[in-house]
């Protein structure tokens, strides 16, 4: 659900505001009031590349901002016509901690599409290893539609609940053609009201964002961690620039060459297996509200959602939702999934809501939509997902291919099949042409780039790290036998090693290592 319908869930972030200006003018040095300069050595661009100079050529005016620093980074709508209009694209750098310790700049992206890299960056002290944190100015930047970089908007929060609470898994031909409509809808109020970026909004878009980024730093190489969709986003980077690839680390992968089909199934089966290792925590805990075995708390959980499909809860604990509905429902039980943290906060979520109240249950939804409680959205990730993605990959709106696929994918996820298959429905309805094709990617000439999978993680299978492992030309991957969305600085000492020790001394860990 990373890739068509979810993001990392990482807790309060704070909202940043007041972003500067940037000026295009050379420099050799940037300086921020009370803190110590930082040399940037001028880039040029790409070598093939025509009208692009002006990008590659500006210095970043960095401001203070709230103990962080803030700037915007000026980047063509269109690279194919760089002359043309312009965006500025937020920037957050948070200095290293131990300035004589400073290396360079480490890039940083959680995911998504539509993960907010700059709320990332702040978060700076708990999202990499504390030498890493000492060495590196960590940098995010929200890629472009995303957030503050001229985001997508293309429903009300109003309009944005109403979608979020359909049904996403219909049983007929009537709730077919309901579900068509509402993805046609959504696909059409993004064609009035998302504006000229909406065709523009692509990763291949975003990657080439990054290397300007890149040059605006400073930096030869770019060194890089992406998440769930940030490895997307890498892999697509170190493809497209590969004499630019510093240390990379990829953690919970989707391989570029995944096609929509492909992705959806991926997923339903990661968050099958998934919810039932979460089952047999609820059973091994004890007193658990959907019954005493693996087996027979899936069927449960299943049945709970056919009855909220029925009979929505009438009680969300939240005014500006008056029911519970299925769409609801499967989103808290998904959120929940991410990290092993939360599987008790979603037994006590079931202990409720087979009582009637679906209050604890709307809250993991509204974390998993970054839905405030009353109606307002901190983010357009909701929106931007659908964006980015529907470029990326071409998709079909028949309504017969996707209940054909939702029937197979139901007998290998019989609980995340169906919502899964059919999650991507807006792709075919697009205003804007696909962009991508899915292909894989080898990066020829990168430098070694390590990739991490996680071999219960139920928004990036671990099978999709081995995939895009295999297609590096150069690249090692770390494999963490474990629960829960991506590894580093998760729960585990020896991936934090091992990808500190890359980071720091450039120590490629062994391919093949198991943590």
Not at 456 to 485: K, M, N, S
Request: glycine letters at 10%; hydrophobic letters at 35%.
């Amino acid at each position: 659900m990373t890739q068509r319908r979810l993001t990392v869930v990482a807790g309060a972030l704070a909202v940043l505001t007041g972003l500067s200006g940037c000026s295009l003018v050379d420099g050799v040095r940037d300086r921020v009031q009370g803190r110590p300069s930082v040399t940037v050595t001028p880039q040029p661009p790409p070598s093939g590349t025509t009208g692009l100079d002006r990008f590659y050529g500006q210095r970043l005016d960095w401001s203070d901002c709230s103990g962080a620093e803030c700037a915007a980074l000026t980047v063509p709508v269109d690279y194919d016509a760089p002359t043309g209009a312009t965006i500025e694209i937020s920037v957050l750098r948070v200095r290293a901690a131990k300035s004589s310790a400073r290396v360079g700049s480490l890039v940083v992206n959680p995911g998504g599409p539509g993960g907010s890299g700059v709320d990332y960056a702040r978060a700076a002290d708990f999202i990499v290893g504390q030498k890493v944190r000492q060495a590196y100015d960590v940098v995010g930047f929200d890629p472009r539609g995303v957030g503050r970089s001229a985001p997508i908007d293309c429903l009300t929060d109003t309009q944005l609940d109403a979608f979020l609470a359909g049904d996403p898994t219909p049983d007929d031909d009537a709730e077919e053609q309901s579900f068509a409509a509402t993805a046609e809808g959504f696909a059409r109020a993004c064609a009035t009201n998302a504006g000229p970026l909406l065709p523009h909004v692509s990763t291949e878009d975003a990657a080439r964002d990054l290397d300007i980024l890149r040059a605006a730093l400073g930096e030869e190489q770019l060194t890089y961690l992406g998440k769930s969709y940030g490895t997307y986003l890498g892999a697509t980077y170190a493809d497209l620039f590969p004499e630019h690839v510093g240390r990379f680390v990829l953690d919970g992968v989707v391989a570029p060459d995944l096609t929509a089909e492909e992705i959806n199934l991926g997923q339903a089966k990661g968050f099958e297996l998934a919810t039932r290792t979460w089952a047999k925590f609820c059973v091994d805990e004890g007193d658990c509200p959907l019954g005493d075995s693996v087996k027979g708390v899936m069927e449960n959980l299943r049945g709970f959602l056919a009855d909220v499909d029925e009979k929505p809860l009438q009680r969300t604990g939240d005014g500006s939702v008056p029911q519970l509905t299925e769409g609801w429902a499967s989103l808290g039980i998904a959120a929940a999934m991410y990290d092993q943290g939360s599987w008790q906060v979603l037994v006590d979520a079931m202990d409720e809501a087979l009582a009637g109240d679906g209050t604890s249950l709307m809250e993991l939804a509204d974390q998993y939509a970054d839905r405030n409680p009353g109606g307002s959205y901190s983010g357009n990730i909701m929106e931007v997902i659908y964006a980015v993605n529907c470029l990326d990959k071409p998709e079909s709106n028949s309504l017969e291919e996707h209940q054909a696929q939702a029937d197979a994918a139901e007998e290998e996820a019989p609980t995340w099949g169906r919502y899964l298959m059919w999650s991507s429905l807006p792709c075919g309805f697009w205003p804007a042409e696909p962009t991508g094709v899915p292909h894989p990617v080898s990066a020829t000439g990168a430098q070694p780039v390590v990739v991490i999978g996680t071999t219960r993680d139920p928004a990036t299978p671990y099978e999709w790290a081995v995939r895009l492992r295999d297609q590096l030309d150069d690249a090692a991957l770390i494999t963490f036998d474990g629960d829960g969305h991506t590894a580093y600085t998760r729960s585990n000492g020896c991936v934090d090693g091992a990808v500190d020790a890359y980071f720091l001394e450039g120590t490629v860990p062994k391919d093949g290592l198991r943590c």
